[in-house]
């Protein structure tokens, strides 16, 4: 069993999780009294925000946690800017090979991170029950599911996963909670194949849901899986996460995300439209994209539509953090 403790325990204030606006792709910061600071996925290997992001929250030039979810260029390509700002503490993630500059950099900046002190964990050579959790001072951090590679004895039979939907299954989901809230960090987790059924479910999602009982995924905000892409957010999934508020992480793209149909799929369990948030708004991928905070006229731009939720009150707090530029 792991059990990885850092920091003194806090005292019960606020917690500030943002998730950055670097376009098409992932980055989380978190921060926890205490000093205690988490960094789930590093951005797009375009982007800067991330490591931004980063350097203005991590107050002490040490992230205790950093979590790569996937091995996708977009969710680990400001990693190796990062790691040389700051210190890390514990590094997780799939270690899954991919052939990309951005990977091959974000794999040698993480054995550098070992030279200097930090502990890695990579799923191809040690493997994590699911449901360890790790504290930094009073939050908790879970992993919720996670592989090195995707065992296709997990899905439907007939129903194989193609090779970017493998390498998005082995996603690292991880649920933190702070005082009495929780937020689930889903990377690009998938559940269906684009096109099927409202009702269908697979994969990693459906996995979490058989389980939820033991590994309990219920959460106040969920940042959405594969940036609101057909593939992630089944019905059943989002059922059993059972989320107030849903976010999603796109940008700019040939994508069309967050998709009509994803967000069609989270409005019928009840969650409104005015509880859902997204890092790219103004933008115009095309005709899939959901329309609430769409502009046809224009393209969104990376860094002007941060999200930030703050725990520790009567119920967490979401806001964007500058008002909205339109074109």
């Known amino acids: ?13 606020e917690a500030v999780i943002r998730i950055v606006d670097v376009g098409q792709g992932l980055c989380v910061v978190a921060t926890f009294p205490g000093a205690n600071d988490l960094l789930y996925d590093a951005g797009h290997w375009q982007s800067s925000q991330c490591r931004a992001a980063v350097n203005e929250l991590v107050t002490d030039q040490r992230i205790e946690m950093v979590v790569i979810s996937h091995s996708d260029a977009d969710h680990l390509g400001e ?25 091959r950099e974000a794999r040698d900046a993480i054995a550098q991170e070992v030279t200097d002190g930090a502990s890695v964990i990579n799923l191809g050579s040690y493997s994590i029950p699911p449901g360890e959790q790790i504290e930094l001072g009073d939050a908790s951090v879970t992993f919720v599911t996670g592989w090195h590679e995707w065992d296709n ?46 009702d269908a479910c697979r994969d990693a999602e459906r996995l979490m849901v058989e389980n939820a009982a033991d590994i309990p995924i219920e959460s106040d905000v969920l940042v959405a899986p594969h940036h609101g892409g057909d ?13 107030n508020f849903v976010i999603y992480s796109a940008g700019n793209s040939s994508h ?50 941060d999200i930030q939720i703050v725990l520790g009150g009567d119920d967490p707090e979401i806001t964007y953090l500058e008002p909205s530029s339109g074109c």
């Open 1 to 13: 069993m792991i059990f990885v403790a850092f920091g003194a325990a806090a005292r019960a204030q």
């Open 79 to 103: 990693l190796p800017e990062i790691l040389e700002d700051v210190s890390a503490g514990l590094i997780l993630w799939t270690g899954f090979e991919m052939n990309s500059s951005a990977w």
């Open 153 to 198: 004895s997990n899905s439907d039979p007939g129903e194989l996963p193609d090779e970017s939907e493998r390498r998005n299954a082995i996603s690292i989901v991880m649920r933190i909670e702070y005082g009495g809230q929780s937020v689930l960090l889903t990377g690009d987790t998938i559940g269906r194949r684009r096109g099927d059924a409202d």
């Open 231 to 243: 593939n992630g957010g089944s019905t059943c999934f989002i059922n059993a996460v059972s989320p």
């Open 256 to 305: 069309d995300h967050p998709r009509t149909s994803a967000v069609e799929r989270v409005l019928a369990t009840g969650v409104t439209s005015q509880n859902i948030f997204r890092t790219d708004r103004g933008d115009n991928d095309g005709p899939d994209e959901w329309p609430v905070g769409r502009d046809g006229t224009c393209g969104d731009s990376r860094g002007d539509d």
